[in-house]
T-cell receptor, first 115, second 114 residues
């Protein structure tokens, strides 16, 4: 049962353009959403997060949008740079009070930025 | 500030053997979580430790067990290794007291079971 889905295994974007990565979830108990970036031979690096009480959060070139009614979130990267080439994981967490601080991850999207 | 470290980097074991993986959490963090990442998949939650006790577990059998020490470092033990246990094992640290959801990952241990 895949509760967090990233339906695009890969995405190719030209340098300087906008990259949009998408993520869908099924569990309405998810309260917090995060994006991680992963380079080969490294662990995932935290990028940006959003609480379910918000619909947008920005941090520099990165913006995450949350549409709770559609159970959909997206990560926008503007402008895209060659160093952004990596695998991006969407993750979700239920309310903190409900036991472990468990993250549920999607399968990942490989982003390639072309010069 | 010291990040999350894991050892060893790589490990090759034979089916049926036992393995212990180690993790040192980021300074200031009191919670450690372990994840298994199979090839081409996202990380899957194994379990979490807080105050030296298991604080939640994913869908993994009892032969996956762990420990957390007073300095918040942690071990993941896997008994009776199976071929499907071959994966990248990730440790992540966080702070429940901080009431945030962000977890910070180490570089992982690549386990190969032959």
């Amino acid at each position: 049962d895949q509760q967090v889905k990233q339906n695009s295994p890969s995405l190719s974007v030209q340098e300087g353009r906008i990259s949009i990565l998408n993520c869908d979830y099924t569990n309405s108990m998810f309260d917090y959403f995060l994006w991680y970036k992963k380079y080969p031979a490294e662990g995932p690096t935290f990028l940006i997060s959003i609480s379910s009480i918000k619909d947008k959060n920005e941090d520099g070139r990165f913006t995450v949008f949350l549409n709770k009614s559609a159970k959909h979130l997206s990560l926008h990267i503007v402008p895209s740079q060659p160093g952004d080439s990596a695998v991006y994981f969407c993750a979700a967490s239920p309310y903190l009070i409900q036991g472990a601080q468990k993250l549920v991850f999607g399968q990942g999207t490989r982003l390639t930025i072309n010069p | 500030e010291t990040g999350v470290t894991q050892s060893p980097t790589h490990l090759i074991k034979t089916r049926g053997q036992q393995v212990t993986l180690r993790c040192s959490s980021q300074s200031g963090h009191n919670t450690v979580s372990w994840y298994q990442q199979a090839l081409g998949q996202g990380p899957q939650f194994i379990f979490q430790y807080y105050r030296e006790e298991e604080n939640g577990r994913g869908n993994f059998p009892p032969r996956f067990s762990g420990l957390q020490f007073p300095n918040y470092s942690s071990e993941l033990n896997v008994n009776a290794l199976e071929l499907d246990d071959s994966a990248l094992y990730l440790c992540a640290s966080s702070s429940i007291a901080g009431a945030t959801y962000e977890q910070y990952f180490g570089p992982g241990t690549r386990l190969t079971v032959t």
